[in-house]
């Protein structure tokens, strides 16, 4: 199973917008809703930003969303703030009982 | 609150095992699936494979078939992760994470544990 494409970095100003890619196939992204989105900044553990493509957990500001079309995924974060720099990446289901993540985005905040 | 704690960090040398533990406490055990994922120094996230909570089988990334081995200890509520015949490229931090069962998204996540592969 390869790993899906995300774009290396990203970047933007505070207050602004930013949409991080995560290209799959039909046989992942594509194939089904289940795309979730980490972020985890330096040292840190994971996070879960966005499951089932665009749904946020509790305590995941709405400046978070997801959104798919085709087989690639993309999250937006909008009113950039400093504390959203951090390293995010997408995994989907793959059939079965298969997973596979991309290869992180360093998002920068500039 | 759920809580994932894992066992501490590890040294090992080439060929080597490594197993690894992460103490589930906060809810039901028995009710959730658990996945390992790791990430080497200054890479991604790799998704390693997982336990079933209904039936404790197991299903592995194909990468890791044939040396990864992911056991359950219902009674202590404690996931284990054994990979076999270590060498250098398994120098990783190894994390736990729950599947919150939507969309197979992990809600909550261990520590995480180095392992460290070296002669």
């Known amino acids: 199973q390869s790993a899906l494409t995300q774009p290396p970095s990203a970047s933007g100003s505070p207050g602004q917008s930013v949409t991080i890619s995560c290209t ?12 979730s989105w980490y972020q985890q900044h330096p040292g840190k553990v994971p996070k879960l930003m966005i499951y089932e493509v665009t749904k946020r957990p509790s305590g ?6 997801g959104s798919k079309s085709g087989n690639t995924a993309s999250l937006t974060v909008s009113g950039l703030q400093a504390e ?3 390293d995010y990446y997408c995994t989907s289901f793959a059939g079965g009982y298969d997973m596979v993540f991309g290869g992180g985005t360093k998002l920068t905040v500039l | 609150q759920v809580q994932l704690v894992q066992s501490g960090a590890e040294v090992k040398m080439p060929g080597a095992s490594v197993k690894v533990s992460c ?20 890479q991604g996230l790799e998704w390693m494979g997982r336990i079933n909570a209904n039936n404790g089988g197991t299903f592995s990334a194909q990468k890791f078939q044939g040396r ?3 056991t359950r200890d219902t009674s202590i509520s404690t996931d284990y992760l054994e990979l076999n015949s270590l060498t ?19 809600d909550h996540w261990g520590q995480g544990t180095l ?3 070296s002669s």
């Open chain 2, 115 to 117: 392992v460290t592969v």
């Open chain 2, 23 to 42: 103490k589930a406490s906060g809810y039901n055990f028995n009710a959730y699936t658990m996945k390992w994922v790791r990430q080497a120094p200054g």
């Open chain 1, 24 to 35: 799959g196939t039909s046989s992942d992204v594509g194939g089904y809703n289940y795309v």
């Open chain 1, 60 to 65: 995941v500001p709405d400046r978070f969303s």
């Open chain 2, 88 to 106: 250098s490229d398994d120098t990783a931090v190894y994390f736990c994470a729950r599947d919150s069962g939507l969309g197979g998204s992990m």
């Open chain 1, 84 to 86: 959203d720099e951090a």
């Open chain 2, 68 to 70: 990864i081995t992911m």
